[in-house]
């Protein structure tokens, strides 16, 4: 049994920060890559971030990049999405994903959490 457990949603206006955790279990994730993803009532899911292994490179979406920063803790198995300077527009379910290479998009990770809601108002 494998599983993303998301955490640290909430409820929070424009301007401020959050911080969100997916630990993962079952399973060692030392060697994958691991992403956020999140999606809005009524939109397709949107890739947000990605950390891969080799030489833990990172990748941004458009939209967030400056704003949020992925990092890991491999000793933990969590992945974590620091996120700055809120917008109204960032409000969605946040979703972790874990696979074995980097895609920007959903069809390319194995593994998913159930979502933590974020809701950012003005």
């Known amino acids: 049994q494998v599983q993303l457990l998301e955490s640290g949603g909430g409820l929070v206006q424009a301007g401020d920060s959050l911080r969100l955790s997916c630990s993962a279990s079952?399973?060692?994730?030392?060697?994958?890559?691991l992403a956020w993803f999140r999606q809005a009532p009524g939109k397709e899911r949107e890739f947000i971030a990605a950390?891969?292994?080799?030489?833990?490179?990172?990748y941004y979406a458009d939209s967030v990049n400056g704003r949020f920063t992925i990092s890991r803790d491999n000793v933990k198995n969590t992945v974590y999405l620091q996120m700055n300077s809120l917008k109204p527009e960032d409000t969605a379910v946040y979703y972790c994903?874990?696979?074995?290479?980097?895609?920007?998009?959903?069809?390319?990770?194995?593994?998913w959490g159930q979502g933590t809601q974020v809701t950012v108002s003005s």
């Open positions: 994903a874990a696979g074995r290479l980097y895609s920007s998009t959903p069809d390319g990770y194995d593994y």
């Open positions: 079952g399973r060692s994730f030392n060697t994958y890559t």
């Open positions: 950390i891969a292994w080799l030489r833990r490179a990172t």
